[in-house]
């Protein structure tokens, strides 16, 4: 008979399920971890230098703008009075004046975190309604009730500001001054460093003998991501999610340091095999009874502050090691032969059902709380993890291909059935990126703009345009580094994820027993299939699932779940076995490694097709996608869009050189005293941002509105703003008007464009002496008509009296008998007030029509 032997130590260890502090003495096992830790902090300064030159470059310009009052600093308004020059786009100045007032209370309140909360302000319904010099927000008041055939709820409210106001609004409003955002940089990448030079320190002390390579692919990783959060977001207006990433990465490695103290093979949950199982279930249940959704959505996720399904996720790896460390010989051995069961195909042999149930139905009883949860991405890493595990521990791949095949079709059949939306919205949005109808369906379109705005090389950190991505600190954080590091970059994270689960397999076959083998496996799998299902999500190579990318997305609560996964990998790669008992896992490990590795190699073929092959291509298409108001518009990259609107419009000028339109109201302000001889006045005109229109809707018919675009894919108008757009814009922008069927079931026509003349403006975009940034500014965009503003006034005062005598519409041109000029064409009615709001449902009123031209007369 063998005889065990062991030391009194040994004993204690195995009792307590802890490894007892070492003496405090150097750990010389730790040098290689400290040169690679002192690799990553270099990388890391070297990015940090990048990208804080690239945010803080304008700081000496904002000073110079708060000195000079054309930036106000939220904490430094003291009357709304203050306000009111940020607010030029409303037209009427009482209703200024009123939108200031609220704003100032908003900013009395302090605490402001960013100037997009200001979208959130929102005012009764019957106040507006009750005040007549509120004309944008009465017309906002009637928009929602348009369509409705049940009265607003008493105590309605509308928002205060639209998307546009607020953009307009914010460059001109900061939340915090240059020296408080150095500061809290400071501080907080400060504390980051210092965290890790702590546990390095710890590691050292103890002597811990735990796989060196992890801790300091972890700080890559997690200081990628903490330069991410310093690069997407405005440093002065907008939320400092470093401080938040920071936080979530110092607590994080806390648990780390403490995980790394379990002796894993003798750990207490080893022998309590449901009671994981129990917690995931107590807390997906108080999820469904307690949870709320981010912006209102209905999937639960958040719970008293933190996201249980990152808890869930490790508790369901720990019931897997605690059920299969002692029952995987079973799975394997003992055949089933009950129910019939006994004569059925060797590759199909199903193992005896008391050990085959148990972990399927708990897998069916998470998924099921995740289906209630409308969640159903974690539910997706869940299925694989298992299918996965499930598969290692048999040692058959039967079952994860019926499993595989079992997923498809339970997604298919969900798509069909078009329940739940959230699962049938993706496949939809995946199916169908550039043309689909789900709400948000723009998130694949704008995550595969930002990787065609990187290609290979990025535009560099701090240089690039992420924030336009929904989610990107979150869900959507490798869109982020696909366009600041390219494709390059891309592939550089990639090959330290390969690293890092390389090395959790690795610790796992060099487990000390069968329990830290599933628990590393686990832990490993959890890692890769998150990873791979959002690369996947985020190149289009699978759909959209909501989950994050480990150590690179904000959000405490994955930071602290993916740390503490790192440490549980530690305390398993720092207790080895002789590895003979665990070698009939060899080929099952390799043969899962493989499959994640041709998976990967699939999205990383189709990162470069984006970012190498076609970029160009992916960088100018365009999406249809719904809008706010439930109508489907041609959306262009948002990157380009922005590009467009910094290339100042040419003006239009009648033909004694008087502008008709114009983007400069200086060129008004030159002609002033000619205005004022016409009678019309230019003060009431001139609204920062805007396309200025002097004489108002008495020259719409000729012109358009190119603010509201308004009637603008009418096949009965001939604007002169649309179509002479390519000499005013000073390129072409291939404009079209293109029938869009309306989720409603109506028909609209809407105007789609390609901006692929500015691609060369977007590649240079911080090079302005670039000769083909050069070449497209320098075209001359003025444009000149041969009408008579003075002749068009006369027109449209004498067919207004008449018209409005008579009570009927009316139009009336002036032509030049001699050269056929057309020197004055008037419509009446025409709009009273420019920019004109748009309806809900796109129709347009009577005062569109250009009867001159087009109308019909008997």
């Known amino acids: 008979m063998a005889v065990t032997r062991s030391t009194a130590a040994d004993r204690r260890r195995e009792s307590t399920g802890f490894v007892p502090i070492p003496g405090l003495h150097p750990g010389r096992s730790r040098d290689r971890e400290t040169l690679l830790l002192a690799a990553g902090i270099l990388v890391f300064l070297v990015g940090l230098t990048l990208v804080t030159l690239a945010k803080t470059g304008s700081f000496g310009a904002i000073e110079g703008q708060l000195a000079g009052g054309e930036v106000l600093a939220a904490g430094d308004v003291r009357e709304p009075a203050q306000l009111l020059p940020l607010l030029g786009f409303l037209a009427e100045p009482a209703e200024r004046s009123y939108v200031a007032r609220q704003i100032y209370r908003r900013l009395q ?4 975190q960013n100037v997009g909360e200001l979208a959130r302000l929102r005012v009764p319904v019957a106040e507006v309604e009750k005040n007549e010099r509120l004309p944008v927000l009465r017309q906002r008041v009637a928009s929602l009730r348009e369509g409705r055939t049940d009265p607003l709820r008493e105590g309605a409210e509308v928002v205060l500001l639209s998307s546009g106001q607020l953009r307009e609004i914010k460059p001109h409003l900061i939340v915090r001054r240059p020296g408080a955002y150095k500061t809290q940089l400071a501080l907080w990448i400060g504390l980051f460093l210092v965290a890790f030079l702590a546990v390095h320190a710890v590691f050292r002390l103890r002597g811990f003998t735990g796989d060196p390579l992890l801790l300091p692919i972890v700080f890559l990783l997690a200081g990628l991501g903490l330069l991410v959060m310093v690069s997407i977001r405005d440093p002065l207006r907008d939320m400092l999610l470093f401080r938040t990433f920071a936080q979530g990465a110092v607590a994080g490695l ?66 897997l090691a605690g059920y299969l460390h002692d029952r ?15 004569g059925a195909p060797s590759w199909l042999r199903v193992p005896k059902l008391e050990y085959v149930l148990p972990p399927w139905l708990a897998l069916a009883v998470i998924l099921l709380f995740f289906f209630l949860q409308k969640d159903l991405g974690p539910a997706l890493v869940l299925s694989f993890l298992f299918l996965i595990v499930y598969s290692v521990a048999r040692g058959r791949a039967v079952m994860l291909a019926l499993g595989t095949a079992l997923l498809g079709a339970a997604f298919w059949a969900a798509y069909r059935l078009g329940y739940p939306q959230t699962v049938t919205g993706r496949l939809n949005m995946w199916l169908s990126p550039w043309d689909n109808s789900f709400r948000g369906g723009d998130h694949l379109a704008q995550s595969l703009w930002a990787l065609a705005n990187g290609a290979f090389s990025g535009t560099g950190l701090g240089l690039g345009q992420p924030g336009f991505v929904p ?19 891309l592939l550089a994270v990639f090959a330290l994820y390969v690293v890092l689960i390389s090395r959790g397999l690795r610790a796992a076959q060099r487990a000390e027993g069968a329990y830290g083998f599933f628990l590393a496996l686990g832990l490993s799998l959890l890692l890769a299939l998150q990873i791979l299902l959002i690369a996947g999500g985020v190149t289009g190579v699978f759909p959209l699932s909501g989950v994050v990318s480990p150590f690179l997305s904000s959000g405490r609560s994955a930071l602290l779940a993916n740390f503490l996964i790192a440490g549980l990998l530690l305390a398993v790669s720092a207790r080895p076995g002789k590895g003979d008992a665990l070698r009939r896992f060899d080929g099952a490990v390799r043969w899962t490694a493989l499959g994640l590795g041709a998976c990967g190699l699939v999205i990383v073929g189709k990162a470069a097709f984006v970012q190498v092959v076609r970029p ?34 040419g003006a239009i000028l009648d033909r004694n050189g008087l502008p008709l339109a114009t983007s400069d109201p200086q060129e008004l302000e030159r002609q002033r005293a000619t205005f004022e001889r016409l009678g019309v006045s230019i003060d009431r005109t001139v609204r920062p941002g805007r396309r200025l229109y002097p004489f108002g809707g008495r020259t719409f018919h000729l012109l358009g509105d190119r603010n509201s675009m308004a009637n603008w894919g009418a096949s009965n108008t001939s604007y002169a703003e649309r179509d002479s757009r390519i000499r005013l814009q000073g390129y072409d922008d291939y404009a079209k008007v293109v029938e869009v069927a309306q989720p409603n079931g109506g028909v609209t026509r809407e105007i789609m464009v390609d901006y692929k003349e500015l691609v060369p403006l977007l590649r240079h975009r911080n090079e302005p002496g670039h000769e083909d940034v050069k070449r497209i500014l320098e075209r001359p965009r003025t444009l000149r008509l041969a009408l008579d503003a003075r002749l068009q006034l006369r ?30 064409s008037v419509s009446y009615p025409w709009p009273d007030r420019l920019p004109i709001e748009i309806k809900p449902d796109g129709k347009p009123d009577t005062a569109l029509v250009d009867r001159a031209r087009y109308g019909i007369y008997p």
Do not use: C
Not at 109 to 112: D, H, I, M, Y
């Open 109 to 112: 309140e302090g605490n402001l």
């Open 254 to 319: 806390a648990l780390l340091v403490a995980a790394t103290w379990i002796d894993v093979q003798r750990s207490p949950l080893k022998r309590f095999t449901f009671a994981p199982l129990g917690a995931a279930v107590a807390l997906s249940t108080l999820l469904i009874l307690f949870g709320r959704g981010p912006g209102g959505s209905d999937v639960k996720v958040n719970l008293f502050g933190f996201q249980p399904v990152e808890v869930v996720k490790i508790l369901v790896v720990l019931f």
């Open 328 to 342: 995987w010989e079973f799975l394997r051995d003992l055949a089933e032969k009950r129910a019939g069961l006994g």
């Open 471 to 489: 989610e990107i600190h979150t869900d959507m954080v490798l869109a982020a580094i696909g366009e600041e590091l390219g494709f390059a970059g």
């Open 616 to 649: 160009d291509h992916y960088l100018t298409k365009s999406a249809l996608v719904v809008h706010a108001d439930s109508r489907r518009y041609f959306d262009a990259n948002p990157r380009l869009e922005a590009i467009a609107r910094t290339i100042e419009r």
């Open 795 to 824: 027109a449209a005062d004498v067919l207004k009296k008449q018209a409005q005598q008579a009570g009927f519409g009316a139009a009336a041109v002036v032509l030049d008998a001699g050269t056929g000029d057309l020197l004055a």
